[in-house]
């Protein structure tokens, strides 16, 4: 797997959790990608509230949480 780093803050080494976060809520074919705070800050939404929709996801099955 290649390692991606925050296209806005440049945090090394985002997690997939982030990069199914960003696939899922921003398009599976993109190719620059947020942290967790970014994507949160991006989406005027709380980090919080984004954990949350991970759970959710991975409860449901959603392939890119697995």
Avoid: H, P, W
Avoid at 29 to 51: G, M, P, Q, R, V
Avoid at 56 to 64: H, I, N, P, T, Y
């Amino acid at each position: 797997m290649e390692i991606k780093d925050c296209y806005a803050c440049g945090k090394e080494e985002i997690s997939k959790n982030e990069i199914g976060l960003n696939k899922k809520l921003l398009g599976r074919n993109i190719i620059k990608y947020f942290c967790i705070d970014c994507l949160a800050s991006y989406l005027e939404i709380t980090t919080d509230e984004l954990l949350d929709k991970v759970k959710e996801f991975k409860s449901q099955g959603c392939k890119l949480f697995i």
